[in-house]
């Protein structure tokens, strides 16, 4: 009975080709040490409406490079972005949430309205306070990343029951947000390396 050598060529294949994508993916983490700032910014981490992120950013006492991270992986910088839980724009914000954050006063609603989510201005500044909001309730910023994917209250609510000897992350219950905070803190650290001042300064 003969080998079939297709087959056998297709799995010699199979087991080589993982080995050939983790050193394509090497090769490029280390090139991109090695190439400009501006190039590596404009190709792996562009950043639109820059200067309303840093004007918000500042009328509300939020690190800019926060909220950039919070938009990539929020939505990828897709100002049209909804989700099926109802969530809109840039920093997917929740209705009730913009409506709860125009309550407190912190928002300016002649120029910012609630209830125009998609107008990517009003997301940003709605989405700022909402971590200012947060920033004031928490102590850290895993704190604040993981109230802003699921909530104020679950937040508090590891906090309480955490013993106090390991990390705010591992007593996350939800592995999505545990993921979450990780990809945030991930994004900020890169918008901080290659926007190290402000994210509108190049």
């Known amino acids: 009975m003969g080998v079939d050598t297709r087959n056998a060529g297709f799995w010699r294949w199979y087991r080589v080709l993982p080995i050939f994508l983790m050193a394509a993916i090497l090769a490029l983490s280390l090139g991109i040490g090695f190439l400009p ?52 724009g840039l920093m997917q914000i929740m209705p009730d949430t913009a409506k709860m954050v125009s309550e407190m006063g912190t928002v300016d609603t002649n120029h910012y309205n609630p209830s125009d989510l998609t107008d990517p ?12 909001y947060l920033q004031s309730a928490l102590e850290s910023d895993d704190e604040v990343i993981a109230a802003y994917n699921a909530g104020l209250g679950s937040v508090q609510s590891w906090q309480e ?3 106090g000897s390991g990390s705010f992350v591992d007593s996350i219950a939800y592995p999505e947000t545990r993921h ?13 390396q290659y926007y190290p001042n402000k994210m509108s300064t190049r």
């Open 37 to 88: 700032k501006p190039l590596v910014r404009s190709l792996f981490f562009p950043v639109n409406y820059a200067e309303r992120i840093d004007d918000a950013a500042q009328r509300h006492g939020v690190d800019s490079h926060l909220v950039a991270a919070v938009i990539r992986c929020e939505s990828g910088w897709n100002e049209s972005a909804q989700s099926r839980a109802g969530a809109v």
């Open 121 to 132: 201005a009003t997301n940003i500044e709605y989405g700022t306070a909402y971590l200012s």
């Open 161 to 163: 029951q955490s013993d």
């Open 180 to 192: 979450y905070v990780e990809r945030v803190n991930e994004a900020l650290r890169q918008y901080q």
